[in-house]
Protein backbone atom coordinates (compact mmCIF):
# COMPACT_ATOMS: atom_id res chain seq x y z
CA UNK A 1 0.00 0.00 0.00
CA UNK A 2 1.75 3.52 -1.14
CA UNK A 3 2.32 5.86 1.39
CA UNK A 4 0.12 8.95 2.20
CA UNK A 5 2.03 12.18 0.71
CA UNK A 6 1.76 14.98 3.22
CA UNK A 7 2.12 18.79 2.32
CA UNK A 8 2.80 20.64 5.55
CA UNK A 9 1.50 24.18 6.06
CA UNK A 10 4.55 26.11 8.15
CA UNK A 11 7.35 25.30 10.18
CA UNK A 12 7.42 27.33 13.58
CA UNK A 13 7.03 25.20 17.06
CA UNK A 14 4.11 23.45 15.94
CA UNK A 15 5.58 22.05 12.22
CA UNK A 16 8.93 21.38 13.54
CA UNK A 17 8.38 19.51 16.94
CA UNK A 18 4.36 18.46 16.45
CA UNK A 19 4.25 17.78 12.92
CA UNK A 20 7.37 17.20 10.85
CA UNK A 21 9.04 14.65 13.36
CA UNK A 22 5.99 12.58 13.62
CA UNK A 23 5.34 12.14 10.09
CA UNK A 24 8.80 10.67 9.22
CA UNK A 25 8.44 8.25 12.04
CA UNK A 26 5.07 6.92 11.06
CA UNK A 27 4.64 4.40 8.85
CA UNK A 28 2.38 5.16 6.10
CA UNK A 29 3.38 8.68 6.09
CA UNK A 30 5.77 10.25 3.52
CA UNK A 31 6.79 14.15 4.11
CA UNK A 32 6.78 15.46 0.60
CA UNK A 33 6.72 19.22 0.51
CA UNK A 34 7.10 22.27 3.36
CA UNK A 35 5.67 25.59 2.95
CA UNK A 36 8.21 27.99 4.18
CA UNK A 37 10.04 31.50 4.05
CA UNK A 38 13.11 30.21 5.12
CA UNK A 39 13.90 27.57 3.44
CA UNK A 40 17.85 27.02 5.17
CA UNK A 41 15.68 26.65 8.06
CA UNK A 42 13.67 23.68 6.95
CA UNK A 43 16.64 22.29 4.88
CA UNK A 44 18.87 22.11 8.39
CA UNK A 45 16.38 19.62 9.78
CA UNK A 46 15.05 17.80 6.56
CA UNK A 47 17.41 18.12 3.69
CA UNK A 48 15.43 16.07 1.47
CA UNK A 49 12.34 17.59 1.52
CA UNK A 50 10.92 19.99 -1.03
CA UNK A 51 10.15 23.60 0.07
CA UNK A 52 7.97 25.76 -1.34
CA UNK A 53 6.82 29.37 -0.91
CA UNK A 54 3.32 29.31 -0.57
CA UNK A 55 0.13 27.28 -0.24
CA UNK A 56 -0.57 27.11 -4.26
CA UNK A 57 2.75 25.51 -4.79
CA UNK A 58 2.04 23.22 -2.25
CA UNK A 59 -1.60 22.22 -3.36
CA UNK A 60 -0.08 22.23 -7.74
CA UNK A 61 2.62 19.87 -6.20
CA UNK A 62 1.98 16.12 -7.35
CA UNK A 63 1.68 13.10 -4.33
CA UNK A 64 0.09 15.39 -1.57
CA UNK A 65 -2.53 13.45 -0.06
CA UNK A 66 -2.81 15.52 3.49
CA UNK A 67 -2.29 18.78 4.40
CA UNK A 68 -1.18 19.75 7.81
CA UNK A 69 -2.21 23.31 8.57
CA UNK A 70 0.25 24.41 11.11
CA UNK A 71 -0.02 28.39 9.72
CA UNK A 72 -0.80 30.99 12.33
CA UNK A 73 -3.95 30.89 13.90
CA UNK A 74 -5.55 33.49 11.45
CA UNK A 75 -4.79 31.64 8.90
CA UNK A 76 -6.32 27.95 9.74
CA UNK A 77 -9.74 28.47 7.89
CA UNK A 78 -7.98 30.11 4.75
CA UNK A 79 -5.51 27.71 4.15
CA UNK A 80 -7.85 24.36 5.35
CA UNK A 81 -10.58 25.11 3.19
CA UNK A 82 -7.90 26.18 -0.11
CA UNK A 83 -6.64 22.32 0.66
CA UNK A 84 -10.15 20.60 0.96
CA UNK A 85 -11.18 22.63 -2.27
CA UNK A 86 -8.19 20.88 -3.44
CA UNK A 87 -9.00 17.47 -2.91
CA UNK A 88 -6.47 17.08 -0.16
CA UNK A 89 -7.60 15.51 3.69
CA UNK A 90 -6.67 17.98 6.02
CA UNK A 91 -5.14 18.41 9.76
CA UNK A 92 -5.48 21.21 11.37
CA UNK A 93 -2.91 21.87 14.63
CA UNK A 94 -5.31 23.79 17.55
CA UNK A 95 -7.02 25.93 17.51
CA UNK A 96 -9.36 24.54 14.87
CA UNK A 97 -9.90 28.18 13.44
CA UNK A 98 -10.10 31.68 15.59
CA UNK A 99 -14.26 31.58 15.23
CA UNK A 100 -16.84 28.96 15.67
CA UNK A 101 -18.43 29.94 12.18
CA UNK A 102 -14.88 29.59 10.46
CA UNK A 103 -15.01 26.02 12.73
CA UNK A 104 -18.14 25.10 11.16
CA UNK A 105 -17.58 26.23 7.56
CA UNK A 106 -14.25 24.11 7.28
CA UNK A 107 -16.48 21.01 8.54
CA UNK A 108 -18.79 21.28 6.07
CA UNK A 109 -16.41 21.64 3.54
CA UNK A 110 -14.91 18.39 4.62
CA UNK A 111 -18.27 16.91 4.08
CA UNK A 112 -19.16 18.39 0.94
CA UNK A 113 -15.78 17.42 -0.64
CA UNK A 114 -15.69 14.07 0.93
CA UNK A 115 -12.56 14.34 2.79
CA UNK A 116 -11.09 14.02 6.59
CA UNK A 117 -10.97 16.72 8.38
CA UNK A 118 -9.28 16.30 11.83
CA UNK A 119 -7.36 18.85 14.42
CA UNK A 120 -4.43 17.92 16.29
CA UNK A 121 -5.60 17.62 19.83
CA UNK A 122 -1.74 16.09 20.82
CA UNK A 123 -2.35 16.70 24.66
CA UNK A 124 -5.31 13.55 24.54
CA UNK A 125 -2.05 11.43 24.23
CA UNK A 126 0.39 12.93 27.23
CA UNK A 127 1.04 10.74 29.64
CA UNK A 128 -0.60 12.80 32.85
CA UNK A 129 -4.00 12.62 31.16
CA UNK A 130 -3.34 9.00 29.81
CA UNK A 131 -3.02 7.81 33.87
CA UNK A 132 -5.80 10.17 34.37
CA UNK A 133 -8.03 8.78 32.12
CA UNK A 134 -6.86 5.08 33.67
CA UNK A 135 -7.57 5.90 37.48
CA UNK A 136 -11.18 7.24 36.20
CA UNK A 137 -11.77 3.99 33.91
CA UNK A 138 -10.45 1.76 37.16
CA UNK A 139 -12.93 3.74 39.48
CA UNK A 140 -9.62 4.69 42.01
CA UNK A 141 -11.08 8.11 42.40
CA UNK A 142 -14.70 7.67 42.48
CA UNK A 143 -16.92 10.25 41.46
CA UNK A 144 -14.71 13.28 40.50
CA UNK A 145 -16.37 16.71 42.15
CA UNK A 146 -13.46 18.78 41.20
CA UNK A 147 -11.08 18.84 38.30
CA UNK A 148 -8.15 21.48 38.05
CA UNK A 149 -5.93 21.47 35.15
CA UNK A 150 -2.77 24.12 34.98
CA UNK A 151 -1.09 25.02 32.38
CA UNK A 152 0.83 27.94 34.19
CA UNK A 153 4.48 29.05 32.81
CA UNK A 154 7.27 32.04 34.52
CA UNK A 155 7.85 34.28 31.12
CA UNK A 156 7.47 38.00 32.91
CA UNK A 157 8.19 39.49 29.51
CA UNK A 158 6.17 39.07 26.20
CA UNK A 159 8.28 37.84 23.53
CA UNK A 160 7.11 39.83 20.46
CA UNK A 161 5.61 36.78 18.49
CA UNK A 162 2.68 36.51 16.57
CA UNK A 163 0.78 34.11 19.64
CA UNK A 164 1.11 35.98 22.44
CA UNK A 165 -0.78 39.17 20.20
CA UNK A 166 -3.58 36.33 18.73
CA UNK A 167 -7.38 37.39 19.59
CA UNK A 168 -8.03 35.81 22.58
CA UNK A 169 -4.61 35.48 23.73
CA UNK A 170 -3.91 32.66 26.12
CA UNK A 171 -7.66 31.54 25.90
CA UNK A 172 -7.12 30.34 22.39
CA UNK A 173 -3.49 29.10 22.73
CA UNK A 174 -3.44 27.18 25.64
CA UNK A 175 -6.96 26.54 25.81
CA UNK A 176 -7.93 24.80 23.54
CA UNK A 177 -6.08 21.94 24.93
CA UNK A 178 -7.43 22.34 28.32
CA UNK A 179 -11.26 22.32 27.38
CA UNK A 180 -10.59 19.39 24.80
CA UNK A 181 -9.27 17.27 27.83
CA UNK A 182 -12.12 18.17 29.97
CA UNK A 183 -14.84 17.19 27.20
CA UNK A 184 -12.82 14.25 26.65
CA UNK A 185 -13.65 12.87 30.12
CA UNK A 186 -16.79 14.42 30.90
CA UNK A 187 -18.44 15.83 28.19
CA UNK A 188 -20.27 19.13 27.75
CA UNK A 189 -21.11 21.46 30.44
CA UNK A 190 -24.32 23.14 31.17
CA UNK A 191 -22.25 26.71 31.60
CA UNK A 192 -18.70 28.26 31.77
CA UNK A 193 -17.40 31.23 33.52
CA UNK A 194 -14.07 32.77 31.90
CA UNK A 195 -11.69 35.77 33.50
CA UNK A 196 -9.22 36.67 31.06
CA UNK A 197 -6.61 39.69 32.06
CA UNK A 198 -3.11 40.59 31.11
CA UNK A 199 -1.09 40.83 34.02
CA UNK A 200 2.51 41.41 32.44
CA UNK A 201 3.26 44.88 31.63
CA UNK A 202 3.48 45.35 27.71
CA UNK A 203 1.95 42.66 26.83
CA UNK A 204 -0.54 42.69 23.72
CA UNK A 205 -3.20 40.51 24.35
CA UNK A 206 -4.47 38.42 27.77
CA UNK A 207 -1.96 36.14 29.06
CA UNK A 208 -4.22 34.68 31.79
CA UNK A 209 -7.10 32.73 32.26
CA UNK A 210 -9.51 31.19 34.95
CA UNK A 211 -12.70 29.37 33.60
CA UNK A 212 -15.58 27.17 35.35
CA UNK A 213 -16.71 24.77 34.04
CA UNK A 214 -20.37 23.72 35.57
CA UNK A 215 -21.53 20.53 35.86
CA UNK A 216 -24.61 19.30 38.00
CA UNK A 217 -22.47 17.63 40.36
CA UNK A 218 -18.72 18.93 39.42
CA UNK A 219 -16.71 21.64 39.13
CA UNK A 220 -14.40 21.96 36.73
CA UNK A 221 -11.70 24.61 36.73
CA UNK A 222 -8.94 25.36 33.65
CA UNK A 223 -6.10 27.81 34.74
CA UNK A 224 -3.26 29.25 32.35
CA UNK A 225 -1.18 32.21 33.70
CA UNK A 226 2.51 33.09 32.80
CA UNK A 227 3.53 34.96 35.68
CA UNK A 228 3.89 31.69 38.21
CA UNK A 229 7.55 31.40 39.24
CA UNK A 230 5.82 28.56 40.66
CA UNK A 231 4.43 26.29 38.13
CA UNK A 232 4.89 22.68 38.68
CA UNK A 233 1.09 21.75 39.09
CA UNK A 234 -0.67 20.12 36.05
CA UNK A 235 -3.26 18.18 37.83
CA UNK A 236 -5.04 18.76 41.20
CA UNK A 237 -8.48 15.56 41.09
CA UNK A 238 -10.67 15.45 43.94
CA UNK A 239 -12.99 12.60 43.59
CA UNK A 240 -15.30 10.77 46.25
CA UNK A 241 -12.72 7.68 47.11
CA UNK A 242 -9.23 9.57 46.59
CA UNK A 243 -7.33 12.68 45.25
CA UNK A 244 -4.99 12.57 42.73
CA UNK A 245 -1.96 15.45 42.61
CA UNK A 246 0.24 15.56 39.30
CA UNK A 247 2.89 18.00 38.64
CA UNK A 248 5.22 18.12 35.53
CA UNK A 249 4.50 17.88 32.03
CA UNK A 250 4.75 15.85 29.15
CA UNK A 251 8.15 15.16 27.95
CA UNK A 252 7.32 14.45 24.22
CA UNK A 253 7.56 18.41 23.30
CA UNK A 254 10.85 18.74 24.77
CA UNK A 255 12.58 15.90 23.54
CA UNK A 256 11.16 17.01 20.06
CA UNK A 257 12.65 20.48 20.52
CA UNK A 258 15.68 19.42 21.30
CA UNK A 259 15.88 17.09 18.46
CA UNK A 260 15.38 13.53 19.29
CA UNK A 261 13.25 11.43 16.73
CA UNK A 262 9.68 10.29 18.62
CA UNK A 263 11.02 6.44 19.26
CA UNK A 264 12.78 4.22 21.88
CA UNK A 265 12.33 2.64 25.06
CA UNK A 266 11.80 5.59 26.69
CA UNK A 267 9.70 7.73 24.43
CA UNK A 268 7.03 9.56 26.41
CA UNK A 269 8.08 8.23 30.33
CA UNK A 270 7.19 11.06 32.39
CA UNK A 271 9.19 10.38 35.66
CA UNK A 272 7.56 12.58 37.43
CA UNK A 273 4.66 11.04 39.57
CA UNK A 274 1.42 11.95 40.19
CA UNK A 275 0.78 11.33 44.24
CA UNK A 276 -2.59 9.45 44.78
CA UNK A 277 -4.20 10.03 48.42
CA UNK A 278 -7.07 7.95 49.54
CA UNK A 279 -10.25 8.86 51.77
CA UNK A 280 -10.38 5.80 53.78
CA UNK A 281 -7.15 5.47 55.31
CA UNK A 282 -5.37 9.07 54.15
CA UNK A 283 -2.61 7.11 52.85
CA UNK A 284 -0.83 9.22 50.19
CA UNK A 285 1.64 7.04 47.53
CA UNK A 286 3.00 7.64 44.18
CA UNK A 287 1.14 6.37 41.06
CA UNK A 288 3.03 5.26 38.17
CA UNK A 289 2.40 7.11 34.70
CA UNK A 290 1.11 5.44 31.54
CA UNK A 291 3.41 6.23 28.43
CA UNK A 292 2.53 9.22 26.87
CA UNK A 293 2.69 8.79 22.86
CA UNK A 294 1.71 10.76 20.25
CA UNK A 295 2.59 8.69 17.76
CA UNK A 296 -1.19 7.21 18.64
CA UNK A 297 -2.56 10.07 17.44
CA UNK A 298 -0.72 9.66 14.08
CA UNK A 299 -1.06 6.10 13.62
CA UNK A 300 -4.87 6.44 14.31
CA UNK A 301 -4.81 8.99 11.41
CA UNK A 302 -3.16 6.58 9.11
CA UNK A 303 -5.82 3.91 10.04
CA UNK A 304 -9.03 6.48 9.13
CA UNK A 305 -7.42 7.95 5.78
CA UNK A 306 -7.10 4.18 4.37
CA UNK A 307 -10.84 3.09 5.71
CA UNK A 308 -9.46 0.94 8.33
CA UNK A 309 -10.12 3.08 11.88
CA UNK A 310 -12.12 5.90 13.17
CA UNK A 311 -10.96 9.74 12.72
CA UNK A 312 -8.96 10.27 16.25
CA UNK A 313 -10.31 13.71 16.36
CA UNK A 314 -13.31 14.14 13.84
CA UNK A 315 -14.59 17.64 13.32
CA UNK A 316 -17.85 17.25 15.83
CA UNK A 317 -15.42 17.17 18.67
CA UNK A 318 -12.91 20.06 16.81
CA UNK A 319 -16.31 22.29 17.08
CA UNK A 320 -17.70 21.09 20.09
CA UNK A 321 -14.23 22.43 21.68
CA UNK A 322 -14.63 25.97 19.78
CA UNK A 323 -18.49 26.11 21.51
CA UNK A 324 -17.05 26.20 24.56
CA UNK A 325 -14.01 28.39 23.80
CA UNK A 326 -16.39 30.94 22.35
CA UNK A 327 -18.74 30.85 25.11
CA UNK A 328 -15.81 31.25 27.32
CA UNK A 329 -15.20 34.65 25.34
CA UNK A 330 -18.86 35.86 25.63
CA UNK A 331 -18.83 35.37 29.52
CA UNK A 332 -15.52 37.03 30.01
CA UNK A 333 -17.31 39.67 27.57
CA UNK A 334 -20.50 40.15 30.34
CA UNK A 335 -18.67 39.01 33.12
CA UNK A 336 -21.34 36.31 33.55
CA UNK A 337 -21.65 32.76 32.99
CA UNK A 338 -23.18 31.80 29.87
CA UNK A 339 -25.29 28.09 29.18
CA UNK A 340 -24.00 25.94 27.08
Aim: proline content about 6%; cysteine-free.
Amino acid sequence: MRDIGVGLIGYGLAGRAFHAPYVRATPGLALRAVVSRDAAKVHADLPETSVVPDVASLLAAPGIDLVVVASPDALHAEHALAALAAGKHVLIDKPFATSLDDARRIAAAGDAAGRSVTVFQNRRWDADFRTLQRLIAEDTLGEIVQFESHFDRWRPKPTGLWKEERAGGAWLDLGPHLVDQALVLFGRPAGITLDVATLREGAPAPDYFHATLRYPQRRVILHATKLAAQFGLRFAVHGTRASWIKHGTDPQETATLTGSAPGGDDWGLDRVEGLLTTAEDGVTAPVPNARGDYRLFWQALVSSLRGEGANPVPPGEAIATMEVLDAGLRSAARRAEISL
